[in-house]
């Protein structure tokens, strides 16, 4: 079930989707995301994360043939009134992370009430980790025991594993005997299936990860600064020293973070260089140093291979999620 939310984790959700064509099935989390995958032509299951709030959203949900997570008792009264269609249905449950799902001591009494709606034709259970990134923190432990608890002889699919949990926790979560369930056990990578560590202290290199996105601007201008030439809105970075300054095609309009501060780290001509000075909406200014070669035209790697996003999200203090999600539609995305 591999999880192409906020457009694919940034990443344009058509063109990852084309690239998972093997898969089983894809996670989105809003009705949008639905319609554009299968306006794109994507014809396996797609599962509504987050499910439904009203009639409207679930006759889109049947009429574009999803699958639906369901987390409370509203949403099984909207399905009690549909009297036509066919769906496969997953119970959330909220082992330990207090977001969404239902309660534990509801799920027997709710699975039998979903058994008995005529438009439901199949039930899985899941449940979400809260802290799988923190292979020191047992909630983990506790959240598996509590989902154990109703997987035993459940006659249907079940799914916990995210992204952390496939590589962190593979001999605790990672056995589907342990669940003993009568159907499939679904794992739902999201960061990972991008190439991107979930962990803050892993590197994606470290985990065998390739990163899928390379993140490039160009290099538009170049002028030569003096000793104590300031830079940008503000002035809020001064050269000590004569160097060459370069303006990069990118802003946080783009979403590039204006919280990088001078001295994150970009690649230019195989080297890497710093930002100066704030990130503007549309363009970024970095040292060149006084002796460098480069041209108006260059590319310049703000991240990916070679740079991971990881690096450039600790700079901003925020995370590689953040980072890759808020790229701006106007970024263009091209299949290398």
């Not at 809260?130 to 923190?137: C, L, S, T, V, Y």
């Not at 679904?186 to 065998?208: E, H, M, N, Q, V």
């Not at 204006?258 to 080297?271: E, K």
Request: proline letters at 3%; charged letters at 20%.
């Amino acid at each position: 079930m591999a999880t192409v939310k906020a457009n694919a984790y940034g990443h344009d959700v058509k063109i990852i989707s084309q690239a998972l064509e093997d898969v089983d099935g894809l996670a989105v989390a809003r009705i949008s995301e639905i319609l554009d995958l299968r306006d794109a032509g994507f014809d396996k299951p797609i599962i509504l994360m987050p499910g439904i709030i009203s009639d409207d959203e679930l006759n889109v949900v049947f009429e574009k043939n999803s699958d639906l997570v369901v987390h409370n008792t509203k949403q099984i009264s909207l399905l009690k009134n549909r009297s036509q269609g066919s769906i496969k249905v997953w119970l959330k449950i909220d082992t330990g992370m207090n977001r969404l799902g239902v309660r534990p001591r509801q799920v027997r009494e709710l699975i039998h009430s979903l058994r008995s709606i005529k438009c439901v034709r199949e039930i899985g259970l899941m449940t979400h980790l809260a802290n799988a990134d923190n292979i020191n923190d047992h909630k983990t432990i506790h959240q598996k025991n509590t989902f154990l608890q109703f997987t035993d002889k459940f006659d249907g699919d079940i799914s916990i594993a995210n992204s952390a949990a496939l590589l962190g926790w593979q001999s605790e979560i990672l056995t589907p005997r342990k669940y003993n369930n009568n159907g499939d056990f679904w794992i739902r990578p999201g960061i990972s299936l991008y190439g991107i560590s979930p962990f803050t202290d892993k590197t994606s290199a470290s985990l065998g990860l390739q990163p899928v996105m390379k993140f490039e601007a160009d290099l538009i201008d170049i002028k030569s600064v003096s000793k104590g030439d300031s830079v940008g809105y503000g002035g809020t970075w001064t050269f000590s020293s004569n160097s060459n300054l370069g303006i990069i095609s990118v802003g946080y309009g783009d979403g590039y973070s204006r919280y990088l501060p001078s001295g994150t780290p970009v690649l230019l001509n195989g080297r890497k260089v710093t930002l100066v000075g704030l990130i503007s909406m549309d363009l970024a200014a970095v040292d060149l140093g006084l002796n460098s070669g480069d041209k108006i035209g260059d590319k310049v790697l703000l991240w990916g291979e070679g740079l991971p996003v990881e690096e450039i999200a600790a700079y901003a203090e925020t995370t590689s999620y953040t980072l890759v999600c808020g790229l701006a539609q106007r970024v263009e995305r091209i299949i290398d």
